[in-house]
């Protein structure tokens, strides 16, 4: 998932807010895909193209081999994008619309759209793929939710596998302000679990204007 802060977010946090209070933090997502077909509503993250930090991470690996899976893909150019590499791609989304739409995008992609929900995920997939991508879906979800996310992004990298999270920062005695709600460095460093390890956790300012700062964290598992 791409995020512009140039890009209107009154109704995604407004869906979002309801979503959380009705405690289904991930109802909204699907709310906020069908009315953007209708023209209703924008998807903040939602850019038409693979996300910059992930391509500039691409860059800098020497082979591109195995199975990867894109949690939330949203539209789909992140999980495409990793296919040109040569990856093995599956991409999931709670949102049925977004993956409908990504099939659309990509009629003839060799990437495995899912629907399926980062908080019950299929049992047949942990531990199953060598990169794991999360870009941007953890930062959209508070509480108990957030930590189910962060276990689960984990539990779904295998052995010798790669997980990137890409996120917003903040420091840890931050605000975290409205929706997107940044991660600490001790949210970042939580993923961490499960035997994995992290190799790099660096916090970065972005190309937008202003820039935003975002953790570019990447964790391996021995």
Known sequence: MIERSMTD????????????????????????????????????????EPNPLLVRWAAGRATATGRAVVIGCGL???????????????????????????????????????????????????GGFDVVLEVYTVQVLLGEARRTAIANSAALTGAGGTLLVLARARDDDGDPGQMPWPLTRAEVAAFATGGLVASAVDEVLDDEDPPVRRWVAEFHRP
Do not use: I, K, M, N
């Open 9 to 48: 977010r009154s109704t995604a946090r407004r869906l979002a807010a309801e979503s959380v209070a009705a405690g289904e933090p991930t109802a909204w997502f699907e709310t906020l895909y069908a009315a953007a077909e209708q023209g209703e509503a924008v998807v903040p993250w939602a850019d038409l």
């Open 76 to 126: 789909g150019d992140d999980a495409e994008f990793l296919a040109g590499l040569g990856y093995d791609v599956v991409a999931f989304d709670v949102a049925p619309t977004a993956v409908a739409a990504a099939r659309r995008r990509f009629p003839s992609s060799r990437v495995d759209y899912r629907v399926a929900d980062l908080l019950d995920l299929p049992p047949d997939w942990l």
